[in-house]
């Protein structure tokens, strides 16, 4: 019901940050959890974290935790990814996704739409 875009991926150093957005349309935007996730070549898709649908609470893998920073905007249906001091290990296509009524959802089956992903490199 809803259509999820991932955008502000690109190359940035190692130690520099990146702002990741997801963009939502079709849908009540409000009343959705987003997660992120991230993907290596050859890697399963791994929770990066996630927000509550209000905005009240996000939470975080331990390998990005301190570090990475959510926020949404729900007027504008749009949720943040901030992404600093950032590392090799973090190179990933990273997805947005989300689903309904979720306030502490860690894996890829508690999410039922996904975006297209956006592509994060990092150099040394």
């Known amino acids: 019901q809803v259509q999820l875009v991932e955008s502000g991926g690109g190359l940035v150093q190692a130690g520099g940050s990146l702002r990741l957005s997801c963009a939502a349309s079709?849908?009540?935007?409000?009343?959705?959890?987003v997660g992120w996730f991230r993907q290596a070549p050859g890697q399963e898709r791994l929770f990066v974290g996630a927000?509550?649908?209000?905005?009240?609470?996000?939470y975080f893998a331990a390998s990005v935790k301190d570090r990475f920073a959510i926020s949404r905007d729900n007027a504008k249906n749009r949720v943040f990814l901030q992404m600093n001091n950032l590392k090799k290990e973090d190179k990933s296509v990273y997805y947005c996704?989300?689903?309904?009524?979720?306030?502490?959802?860690?894996?890829?089956?508690?999410?039922?739409?996904w975006g297209q992903g956006t592509q994060v490199t990092v150099s040394s």
């Open positions: 927000i509550t649908d209000d905005g009240g609470k996000t």
């Open positions: 079709g849908g009540s935007f409000s009343t959705y959890a």
């Open positions: 996704a989300a689903d309904r009524g979720m306030y502490d959802s860690r894996v890829v089956t508690d999410y039922t739409y």
